[in-house]
């Protein structure tokens, strides 16, 4: 099966370039990683202490409601995804992807940063929801353009090895959500519940703010990649060739939509899967809040280790066989992995829903980024990686936990988030045919006219 899916991923083949040395492939996968990992550390710390976070900044007399406006507040960052799509990925189209990078990675600091320092409600009143709102918004925008940019920069410096570079943007997903469940564990351990409540549960997003600088100095020190430069000389030679990236990619709405599907099954399986699994193992099972995040640093160690595995194989036998698997697999699955763990709440139960949901993330989302990235054109790549990206996380993963947790509380069905990632396995399964069918006919188009 080739990895040509349309004209647009046609005109979006390289030439490869000459072999990168050992360095030069560390620096390219941290510095593109390094913006995905703080993101998703800093929303995994912040969806594990919602509880916390809910009595400090919105204190009110329904439990519940007080934590379901923690949540919304996490999932309201994402309505500024598509806008800072749009707006990143647009300039790092023209400006190239290393600025847009540098952007990106400078905003997440000032985000994690204000979480980090934020007084509480008791000490400053209603403007602590209102500039904790505000952060996680500003860190929604610049995420939005981050996927895009990031990917891009990685595809585009080893057009032979897409699958592999590319997989590092969810191999660094995973080693956060590690990180993330491993400062939830020791601090719930060690801490007294006192001290967790008042400053303790603020230390990781101080561990965040400690890693932007670094990964900023390193994006801020690298070349930008061979296929931008080589576009932007076409542009200086062609002034009729279009600099208008906005204007490009009004004709890539098929491709935009496909895209949108086949993100829905991995930001799915990120944010109920890793990021709600802990708040259900504790409210909805009764289990001890050190295991379930015990269980996310299984999941996470899985993506970590598998994500690169996988990425690399999809450059050698199709990105495609190793998703449509997957998702379903999945989809197939998840109810009854669930409907034995709500029957038996055993830590061993939750470690093999844990574990394999890990290993089923790295199958789909490793091969992901590189065959998201075959479907756009350079020209437009940023863009509609950015787009397709932050309006599939916006739709199927920002609001999750709070859809989840509104129908169980609701309908008291603790099965509910076997349905949500069920669902977005079979919409992910049918983009990934969709786009299988388009390559197949396009293929033999090319097969006819020669």
Request: hydrophobic fraction near 50%; glycine fraction near 10%.
């Amino acid at each position: 099966m080739t990895d040509l899916a349309t004209p647009a991923a046609v005109a979006a083949s390289p030439q490869a370039g000459a072999p990168l040395s050992k360095s030069m492939v560390r620096r390219i996968v941290f510095s593109s990683s390094v913006g995905n990992a703080l993101e998703w550390f800093d929303f995994s710390v912040y969806g594990y202490f919602a509880g916390i976070i809910a009595k400090q900044f919105f204190p009110m007399h329904d439990e519940w409601l007080s934590t379901l406006l923690a949540i919304a507040t996490f999932g309201i960052s994402f309505l500024m995804r598509p806008f800072g799509a749009v707006v990143l990925g647009i300039y790092g189209d023209r400006k190239g992807r290393k600025a847009a990078l540098t952007l990106a990675i400078t905003l997440m600091m000032a985000g994690t940063l204000t979480m980090a320092v934020m007084p509480p409600y008791a000490v400053i009143g209603t403007t602590a929801p209102v500039v904790i709102l505000l952060a996680r918004l500003v860190q929604g925008f610049a995420v939005g353009g981050e996927f895009g940019s990031a990917t891009a920069f990685m595809v585009e410096h080893s057009p032979s090895r897409r699958g592999y570079f590319a997989s590092w943007q969810f191999a660094s997903q995973g080693l956060s959500a590690i990180l993330a469940a491993a400062f939830g564990t020791l601090l719930t351990v060690w801490m007294s519940p006192e001290h967790l409540n008042s400053w303790g549960w603020r230390i990781p997003f101080l561990f965040g703010v400690l890693i932007g600088p670094i990964g900023y100095y390193i994006r801020s020190q690298l070349d930008e990649t061979p296929e931008f430069l080589a576009l932007d000389r076409e542009r200086e030679l062609d002034p009729d060739k279009t600099r208008d990236p906005a204007a490009s990619f009004s004709s890539h709405w098929v491709n935009l939509l496909l895209a949108i599907g086949i993100v829905a099954q991995s930001t799915v399986g990120v944010y109920v899967l890793q990021l709600y699994m802990p708040l259900y193992a504790v409210k909805q099972l009764h289990m001890p809040a050190a295991v379930s995040f015990g269980a996310v640093i299984l999941n996470g160690g899985l993506q970590f280790v598998l994500s690169p595995v996988m990425g690399a194989w999809s450059d050698r036998i199709g990105r495609i066989r190793i998703m449509l698997t997957t998702s379903v697999l999945m989809g197939l699955l998840i109810y009854p992995m669930f409907a034995l763990l709500q029957n038996h709440p055993t830590v061993g139960w939750l470690l093999l829903l844990q574990g394999t949901s890990g290993i089923f993330k790295a199958a789909y989302s490793g091969p992901m980024p590189a065959l998201m990235s075959e479907i756009f054109p350079t020209h437009v790549r940023s863009t509609g990686l950015s787009i397709a990206y932050s309006i599939g996380v916006t739709i199927f993963g920002g609001f999750a936990p709070t859809i989840v947790e509104t129908f169980i509380h609701l309908t008291g069905d603790k099965l509910a988030p076997s349905y949500y990632v069920a669902t977005a396995a079979l919409l992910s399964g049918l983009s990934l045919v969709m786009v299988a069918w388009r390559r197949h006919r396009f293929a033999r188009g090319i097969s006819l006219a020669h």
